[in-house]
């Protein structure tokens, strides 16, 4: 059975004031210990720094990425995709070229600045102009509104619009 190999002092513990004071007498014996010491510990030193550089660098440019997509031009070509394409299938890889980020960047950038998926922001736009359009447009069949703003099942139209406003399409209809 091996015995473990004893750890120098100033390894195992800081250096205290005895310990320091044992360490100042040894290197005045041997005074090329105390400029090796030196160089050991500045490259130590040396290490730590360079290692903890590098990590903070790391964390800087990954933080920058992920606030890349919430920069001033990103967030109004993404806003301004979603209003002019209301109307139409629009994916996260769709929005994800607009704002010229990955899929998951976008979408942890929707659920941190509007508390919500991109898919409930777009229905909640898609509900807003459908709302806009059965008030000020009574020409407009609601189906043909509904099929206008995105809705391809005109059930899950009728589902989301009373769900949000708590009537249906028909009654704001009535009503205005």
């Not at 070229?97 to 898609?126: C, D, L, N």
């Not at 509104?145 to 949000?164: H, T």
């Amino acid at each position: 059975m091996s015995r473990p190999v004893p750890r120098p002092a100033m390894i195992a513990q800081p250096m205290t004031m005895q310990s320091r004071v044992s360490f100042d007498s040894a290197t005045s014996e041997m005074p090329w210990a105390k400029a090796a010491l030196r160089r050991v510990r500045i490259s130590v030193i040396t290490v730590v720094a360079w290692r903890a550089g590098t990590r903070n660098l790391r964390l800087a440019r990954a933080s920058s990425a992920r606030r890349r997509c919430c920069s001033a031009v990103a967030w109004p070509r993404i806003g301004e995709y979603i209003d002019s394409h209301y109307g139409q299938a629009i994916t996260l890889d769709a929005l994800a070229g607009v704002a010229e980020q990955s899929s998951r960047t976008v979408w942890r950038s929707f659920m941190r600045e509007h508390g919500m998926t991109p898919q409930k922001y777009i229905r909640k736009v898609r509900l807003e102009k459908a709302r806009n359009a059965i008030i000020q447009r009574p020409d407009l069949p609601i189906m043909q509104i509904g099929l206008m703003c995105g809705f391809n099942s005109l059930g899950f139209f009728a589902k989301s619009y009373k769900e949000v406003y708590g009537e249906l399409p028909s009654e704001t209809r009535a009503r205005s």
